[in-house]
């Protein structure tokens, strides 16, 4: 579980004024802030019919960010939108395609980008 400190709540702010990046699964938006933690929030497609299947890409993108959390950069607040056809992809391909965007966003610190 993410903590308190890591979770974002409003999301109007980074539709506005964020930046945009797309992948096969899902599409992220962010947007730096001051200062403080890295935020994540997360938005499934209205598509996405059972609440059954939202909650599981929820978790499955919970848990992404939270095993990756050291590797981003501070002060972001970042809205992960996911598709309606990520139903269909294993957490592997979920896992995948989020750290290929984040790295071709710069979310992701040098350090980490250099290793890959």
Request: positive net charge.
């Amino acid at each position: 579980m993410l903590t308190r400190e890591h979770r974002l709540k409003k999301f109007k702010d980074i539709y506005q004024e964020g930046r945009k990046v797309r992948g096969r699964y899902i599409a992220l938006q962010y947007m730096k802030k001051t200062d403080g933690f890295t935020r994540f929030g997360f938005a499934v497609a209205r598509k996405v019919k059972t609440k059954v299947q939202k909650n599981r890409l929820k978790r499955q993108l919970r848990s992404i960010c939270r095993t990756h959390l050291e590797e981003y950069r501070d002060g972001l607040d970042i809205v992960v939108n996911v598709f309606s056809i990520a139903t269909t992809a294993s957490y592997n391909e979920l896992e995948r395609d989020f750290v290929l965007i984040a790295g071709r966003a710069g979310l992701v610190r040098q350090s980490v980008q250099e290793k890959n």
